[in-house]
């Protein structure tokens, strides 16, 4: 392993016994920009510290999202359709803030930075909202429950909640895609032992995740569907102000990666450079020169080494001696000449845009769970043996949440170790093979529901209208199955993608993936839209009706399989072909086995 050593001055030692600090190799400093030493910088501690702060934020945001819906209708006195439609966007809108904070992150404030000051904005949101909600809206006393909505309110009234409920999805949304990539930061990739632990640590910042909504769909659930909506909101608050502090208190030993300026400038850069090269050729003997740069022409950490397709774009790298800095001082034209570093950056984006677009149908499955899984256990039987207490629908996700803990538990303890003697790696599969497994499980998951609505209306008969004598128990298996394939799509996700985004571009990947999200609570909108209005023709009551014993539901959920199964089988085609240009040697030390002058050179076969 490489190393390097610092000599202690004072005391006469030999060289036996002359103390050694060991350095992280991936690039990463300490809060005073000298590198890392690992025995002092993150690990475990640092990412302990990001485990709990992840799990308190996240019990503070969904202390809002959870029952924003019932919120709007009973305290706004909304409609239930325009209630739900605002929840979708408010919800599509913390993820498209992602963008923002992975952008800002990568260029120019690093990960750290960006973290604190969006956890920042996301406590003043949510204060915000915790003073207002009491003193504007909350109004008469005793209103927000059932059957006591609240009274109308002011335009002004209205703008400060929402500036409220905004400021909380920009904090949440800017932070969100940080944090995991800021986590990972305090495992070395290039030793072994860490890089297992970086793997892992995923798992446990998805079961971080999935431990914090436990508590909001639950308890917190529970006291702002009785009317104690303020409590919920203080409750939230406290989470959130309590989880920036934790964080703040890590700042000492956390591991940094340097912000690596604005990444789109560096794309547009390939691309200019690629189209203005296109009728050059820079064969030299049998050979293509591409120009490496040196390493302060490498922005975000290390540099990548070259690899095949795309090959348009290696014309945004092609050298000779008259294109490259000189003893004459002539200086590089980067909208001419990319280095071979930049240019992978770009192939990088591109190689993973297909499998990106594949999980977006799979988001489409997932956020069925917290919209028509909900409406199917409103409409069956939800009695339990304690007299007068039902079942909300809602909580039904509690068993989502409990097959996520039991997977990643299991799979970190024994499936993993038990796989891993089969595919000779120690991660056990890929991750984009436990992101296939992934869609696979969804497409299963749907199945299940659809077949427990088929039953559901066979009981449906003498339960009055929208009801069966079905007990809501029977929706636990589609709640379990899409834990199971979330906790393999998700986590692979996040894994994938943080490790093959180029050092300057990891916060991008995680945003990535919140972007997935989003864009299928979008689609999801744009499917049940059109399933309605196609189903809904010939004065036909459609296929998801107010009342539910009059639609087919069934069929939604059947649809939903078969496309799942259609992109499942277009992911195949995407992940055989997919190319991840990564290598050994894709450090800055490997400049010494590279061309003289800054150049690599490839065999010229390779642009065949």
């Known amino acids: 392993m490489k190393m390097r050593v610092v000599v202690v001055e004072g005391a006469e030692m030999s060289a036996a016994t002359m103390p050694k600090e060991e350095y992280t190799l991936d690039g990463s400093v300490d809060i005073k920009g000298r590198p890392a030493v690992k025995g002092r910088s993150g690990g ?91 003193v504007y809206l909350l109004t008469p006393g005793g209103c927000g429950v059932e059957h006591a909505p609240c009274g109308p309110h002011s335009g002004k009234e209205l703008g400060i909640f929402y500036i409220a409920l905004y400021m909380i999805a920009f904090g949440n949304g800017g932070y969100q895609p940080n944090i995991a990539t800021f986590g990972a930061d305090q495992f070395d990739e290039e030793d072994p032992a860490e890089a297992h632990s970086k793997v892992a640590f995923f798992s446990y910042f998805y079961l971080a995740l999935n431990l914090g909504s436990l508590f909001s769909n639950t308890f917190l659930s529970y006291i702002e569907d009785k009317g104690s909506w303020a409590l919920g909101f203080w409750v939230s608050t406290a989470a959130a102000a309590t989880a920036l502090l934790l964080f703040l208190c890590g700042t000492l030993r956390y591991r940094y990666v340097q912000p690596s300026g604005n990444p789109l400038g560096r794309v547009f850069q390939v691309a200019v450079a690629a189209c203005r090269n296109r009728k050059e050729s820079s064969q030299q003997g049998g050979v293509v020169c591409l120009y ?38 002539n200086k590089r034209d980067p909208w001419r000449l990319c280095t071979v570093t930049q240019v992978e950056e770009v192939k990088r984006i591109l190689r993973l845009l297909p499998i990106w677009l594949c999980t977006i149908l799979y988001s489409v499955v997932f956020t069925q769970m917290a919209s028509l899984f909900v409406v199917q256990g409103a409409a069956m039987r939800r009695t339990t043996p304690f007299r007068g207490f039902l079942i909300p629908a809602s909580s039904m996700s509690a068993f989502d949440i ?172 995407c992940a055989s072909r997919y190319g991840s240009g990564k290598v050994d040697g894709s450090t800055g030390s490997d400049d010494e086995e590279e061309g003289a002058a800054g150049h690599h050179q490839v065999d010229s076969p390779a642009y065949a």
Not at 48 to 69: D, Y
Not at 107 to 123: D, E, L, M, P
């Open 44 to 134: 475990w501690i640092a990412g302990g510290l990001i485990l709990v702060n992840q799990g308190l934020a996240t019990l503070a945001f969904f202390g809002v999202n959870v029952n924003l819906v019932l919120f709007l209708t009973r305290v706004l006195q909304q409609g239930n359709g325009e209630a739900a439609n605002n929840v979708s966007k408010w919800t599509g809108t913390v993820y498209m803030f992602s963008l923002i904070g992975a952008f800002v992150s990568d260029s120019y404030w690093g990960r750290y930075k960006t973290c604190a000051i969006f956890q920042a904005i996301f406590v003043l949101g949510l204060g915000l909202l915790s003073v207002s909600s009491p």
């Open 292 to 329: 490496e740069g040196d390493e302060k022409e490498v922005f975000g950490g290390r540099k990548l080494a070259h690899t095949r397709g795309f090959s348009f774009l290696d014309r945004a790298a092609y050298a000779d001696e008259d294109t490259t800095d000189d003893s004459s001082g």
């Open 402 to 573: 409990l097959a996520v803990a039991g997977t990643i538990f299991l799979y970190r303890r024994a499936i993993c170790p038990f796989l891993a003697r089969f595919t000779g790696r120690r991660t056990g599969p890929t991750e984009l093979q436990r992101m296939g497994f992934g869609l696979v499980m969804g497409a299963l998951a749907m199945t299940a529901a659809g077949t427990v609505e088929l039953f559901r209306k066979s009981r449906a008969s003498g339960a009055g209208p929208g009801g069966s004598d079905l007990h809501i128990l029977w929706q636990a298996p589609q709640f379990a199955l899409i834990g199971l394939s979330e906790v393999t799509m998700y986590v692979g996700q996040l894994e994938f993608f943080n490790g093959e985004m180029p050092d300057g571009l990891k916060s991008f990947g995680s945003a990535l993936c919140m972007m997935s999200m989003s864009l299928g609570n979008y689609f999801s909108d744009v499917i049940v839209s059109a399933v309605t209005k196609v189903t809904t023709t010939g004065g036909r009551p459609g296929w998801i009706p107010a009342d539910l014993n009059e639609g087919h539901l069934d069929r939604f959920y059947f649809m939903l399989a078969v496309l799942s199964v259609a992109d499942f089988a277009v992911y195949l085609v």
